[in-house]
């Protein structure tokens, strides 16, 4: 029976996992180099808070994530947030301006210049783009124009990759959009097509959709991934992979030894794959090229009649142009409400990125300040917070460049190259959970296809 070695035990190793499992692969070996699984995603409970280090939910927009939470039976346990979190943010010239979600609040909001409102009618007349790929700034100014890239996108930017508009690639870090324009020539009318297609094929709703997560967060779908293969599957937890080689059979190195197996799939950052496959400096090379920015997480739990504000949304964002040193803040016990007990809220605020990475260099007492203190500008804190968790994630979120797709093209041509050497994780093609679970359910039938070719008796 052929032998799969999977490494790394996130969101993406244990999903390729489960996917082979349910596919009838039978011989695998998880390698979890850490003391628990999950990597990036891990929810701690404390004092009756529910405080989410890494993640916090995933959205209906794709059907991936919930899939996979109904087929692992956590369909009951599926908890949606609150409707007053369509409510979000931007923090301008120091207070917060809702985003409007409709075209009549969007013209009546002050969000944006009249001017940039009316250029809006232009977009349906921009050409498409004949370059290869452009940075997310650029593409959004060229289509949308200015104030739309430095105030909305640059904050959503920073909100979902605790990126840089300005070094992100449109096609890799929101290719939906980016084909709207290739394929219809630009993003109204690509929308427009789109809703009509929706409409006549059935599917998902529009391009946003709903935040949702589990009744005991997202570490819950990682207990649950966990109790589903651990019978079937010799999980290796606190052993690190340090090298692979192919001979005839993949040699798999661990600090206990090494092992043989027909397919590796790894489920790692970039960096860390590229440190294992030492012996092919293409490939290495290759990998290397992903760089990553630091995040650090700090969570706030308060008496709710110690903040001066109704937290009557999903939180903020902060435009660069704002000069603040956090990426923005959510207001988690709105947006899920059991993450605080009663009388209690739960903040958490996002600070570094690849903005101003040297942030992520402060101490813990000084992130906190940080965050207090722009907090306090904003939403009147008028005590310190009863409970504060930080935490810190050195490479956090991937950084999908200019190139990066023909950059994973080549990384995974590579791989096929050498025979049984398979990529999953979020460097590649999406860093949401959604794009995790849906990465290891193709790579998974790539992995049984690949045996099935090579392996079968
Ligand atoms: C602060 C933060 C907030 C986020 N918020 C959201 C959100 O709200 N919604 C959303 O959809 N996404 C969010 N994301 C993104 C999402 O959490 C990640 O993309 C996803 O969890 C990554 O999963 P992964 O399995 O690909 O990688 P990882 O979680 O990084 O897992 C890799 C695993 O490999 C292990 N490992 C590394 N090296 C070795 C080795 N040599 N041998 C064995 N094991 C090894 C690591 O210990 C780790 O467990 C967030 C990310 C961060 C950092």
């Known amino acids: 029976m052929p032998r799969v070695a999977v490494v790394g035990g996130g969101v993406s190793g244990l999903s390729v996992v489960w996917y082979l499992l349910s596919s009838g692969v039978r011989d695998v070996v998880l390698f979890e180099r850490k003391t628990r699984l999950g990597g990036k995603a891990f929810t701690l409970e404390e004092d009756g808070y ?5 993640p916090n939910g995933f ?6 994530a919930m899939d996979l939470c109904k ?17 979000r943010f931007l923090l301008i010239n120091n207070s917060l301006v809702e985003i409007p979600i409709s075209p009549v609040s969007f013209f009546k909001s002050p969000l944006v210049s009249w001017k940039a409102k009316f250029r809006l009618f232009l977009e349906p007349f921009v050409p498409k783009t004949s370059a290869e790929d452009e940075t997310v700034f650029d593409f959004v100014k ?25 070094r992100l690639s449109m096609k890799a870090a929101f290719p939906v959009l980016w084909d709207l324009e290739q394929k219809y020539g630009g993003l109204i009318k690509g929308m427009f097509s789109l809703m009509r297609e929706r409409k006549s094929k059935g599917g998902p709703a529009g391009p946003g959709g709903k935040l949702w997560s589990l009744e005991k967060g997202v570490g819950q779908l990682i207990n649950a991934l966990y109790r589903k293969i651990k019978d079937a599957v010799d999980i290796r937890i606190s052993q690190r992979v340090i090298h692979i080689r192919k001979e005839k059979v993949w040699e798999v ?20 794959a590229a440190y294992l496959l030492g012996e092919y400096p293409r490939l290495r090379g290759l990998l290397s090229r992903i760089d990553y920015a630091p995040i650090t997480v700090v969570a706030l739990g308060f008496d709710k009649k110690d903040i001066d504000h109704s937290l009557d949304g999903f939180g903020f ?9 956090i990426l923005g803040c959510l207001w988690d016990s709105s947006i899920f409400p059991n993450r605080a007990p009663k009388g209690k809220v739960l903040l958490r605020a996002m ?8 942030v992520f260099e402060y101490p813990d007492d000084l992130s906190v300040k940080t965050v207090l203190d722009v907090l306090d500008g904003i939403m009147g804190i008028r005590s310190f917070p009863n409970k504060v968790w930080v935490f810190r994630h050195s490479k956090g979120i991937p950084q999908y460049r200019l190139g990066h797709v023909e950059l994973v093209n080549a990384i995974e041509t590579e791989g096929k190259s050498l025979g049984g050497l398979f990529f999953c994780s979020n460097a590649y093609r999406g860093v949401g959970l959604n794009d995790c679970v849906g990465s290891a359910a193709r790579v998974s039938r790539e992995v049984v296809h690949y045996l099935e070719g090579e392996w079968s008796p």
């Open 71 to 87: 087929s692992i039976g956590l369909g009951e346990s599926l908890y949606p947030s609150s409707d007053s979190a369509r409510k």
């Open 142 to 166: 060229r289509r949308l124009g200015c104030e739309f890239a430095s105030l909305l996108v640059d904050s959503m930017v920073a909100g979902v990759f605790a990126g840089n508009s300005r």
């Open 50 to 54: 529910i405080v989410e280090a890494g």
């Open 59 to 64: 959205l209906d927009n794709k059907p991936f």
């Open 253 to 272: 190195y661990t600090d206990k030894g090494v092992e043989s197996f027909n397919a590796v799939v790894l489920s790692l950052p970039a960096y860390e």
């Open 351 to 358: 600070l570094a990125g690849d903005r101003q990475p040297e």
């Open 317 to 325: 964002l902060v435009p660069a142009s704002e000069g603040k040193q």
